[in-house]
């Protein structure tokens, strides 16, 4: 069952007794330890890697040099969006503005994604227009009915 020295080191109401040095314990961060292990064997290998695969790339790997374009030249995300805003008044010119921004995504100068997000940037405007107008009408009917007839 359970060594008999083990319960010299207790006292009567079973909490350890001063002096007792404990057990090992839990290693210090063994997660981050083994982390920069590898993140120091990947920067040893990581310029190798690239060495090599830039050489297939120069050879006509295209696969190769897909990989090395990714790396250097990544994908552009999150970049603005410039479209020509028609002039006109509220609610009815945000209609021309999806107009505009669906074309554009047709043609393929902005990204579906892309698109996705200015329609909610339109759609949150068109929201907050909306409460403006309404507010203005729930003051104009406070008045009209504050005032007498």
Known sequence: MSDPSSFDSRQANGRFA????????RPR???SAVAGDLDRLGVDVAEELMRNTIERARK?????TEMVLQRVWPA???RP??????PGDGLRNLLSEHAALAAAMMNGEITPQDAQAATRVFNALQEQMRRADDQK????FAAL???PS
Not at 18 to 25: F, I, L, T, V, Y
Not at 81 to 86: G, H, N, S, Y
């Open 18 to 25: 001063r002096g007792n040095p404990g057990g090992p314990g």
């Open 60 to 64: 006509g790997n295209l696969k190769a």
């Open 145 to 147: 009915r504050a005032s």
């Open 81 to 86: 969006i410039e479209l020509d805003a028609a």
């Open 29 to 31: 961060n063994p997660v």
């Open 137 to 140: 009408l729930a003051a104009r």
């Open 76 to 78: 552009r995300r999150h």
